[in-house]
């Protein structure tokens, strides 16, 4: 069955490191969003991408960076983490071509930066 | 700016009551809206409407879209605990594949 993954799934990490999340999908899907979830805020979009090698910035992107090299994966990396940058982080695609365009979402990473 | 507001923030039921969820948009050029039910995990595709006045239905859920109110409701009857869950909606725009969501509407049902 085709499906969305992410890795790792929890990650403790310091002030100041590069972390860099995993987003897998085998939907073969061409639109890849990150968000992140935090409480009273809803899902907020990060980035974004519509296809191999592009790449858009979200509402919340500062500090984060993305880079597609091929349909499947859309890694999220955080150029020097912050504590703001303690959340859950999800990982969704969508299809377009079928003009239906709901998104499907990973499981999640939830990231804690001490 | 194009928001997504949802309403109300949270509600507690008892198990075999009717809850209707609301979610309002002001979003340029709307295309669809989503709503998804979130659990202790990611949240789970449940409806997409785009025509306005036509409703979706699965099972006790059923959603509809007013285009000329820009709302949607959700509704869910009979609820069960295992109703329990966020429920959030959201918007996408002509143009891009990008969704808006609101901060979601916190259901628990009592047994």
């Given at each position: 069955d085709a499906e969305i993954t992410q890795s790792p799934r929890h990650k403790i990490t310091e002030t100041g490191r590069q972390v860099t999340l995993a987003c897998h999908q085998t939907w073969?899907?061409?639109?890849?969003?990150?968000?992140?979830?935090?409480?009273?805020?809803?899902?907020?979009?990060?980035?974004?991408?519509?296809?191999?090698?592009?790449?858009?910035?979200?509402?919340?992107?500062?500090?984060?960076?993305?880079?597609?090299?091929?349909?499947?994966?859309?890694?999220?990396?955080?150029?020097?983490?912050?504590?703001?940058?303690?959340?859950?982080?999800?990982?969704?695609?969508?299809?377009?071509?079928?003009?239906?365009?709901?998104?499907?979402?990973?499981?999640?990473?939830?990231?804690?930066?001490? | 700016e194009d928001k997504v507001?949802?309403?109300?923030?949270?509600?507690?039921?008892?198990?075999?009551?009717?809850?209707?969820?609301?979610?309002?948009?002001?979003?340029?050029?709307?295309?669809?809206?989503?709503?998804?039910?979130?659990?202790?995990?990611?949240?789970?595709?449940?409806?997409?409407?785009t025509s306005s006045g036509i409703e979706k239905k699965s099972g006790r859920l059923s959603s509809i879209l007013d285009k000329k109110e820009l709302f949607s409701i959700l509704n869910i009857t009979a609820t069960q605990t295992g109703d329990s869950a966020v429920y959030l909606c959201a918007s996408s725009f002509s143009g891009t594949y990008k969704y808006i969501f609101g901060t979601g509407t916190r259901l628990k049902v009592l047994a």
């Open positions: 073969n899907h061409n639109n890849m969003f990150w968000y992140r979830q935090d409480l009273g805020h809803g899902l907020r979009l990060i980035h974004y991408s519509y296809g191999v090698q592009d790449t858009n910035k979200g509402e919340v992107s500062d500090g984060y960076s993305v880079s597609r090299s091929n349909t499947e994966d859309l890694p999220l990396t955080l150029e020097s983490a912050a504590s703001s940058q303690t959340s859950v982080y999800f990982c969704a695609s969508s299809e377009s071509r079928t003009g239906t365009y709901e998104q499907y979402f990973g499981p999640g990473t939830r990231l804690t930066v001490t | 507001v949802q309403s109300p923030l949270s509600l507690v039921v008892h198990e075999g009551d009717t809850v209707t969820l609301n979610c309002s948009y002001e979003v340029t050029n709307f295309r669809s809206l989503l709503w998804y039910k979130q659990e202790k995990k990611a949240p789970t595709f449940l409806f997409m409407l």
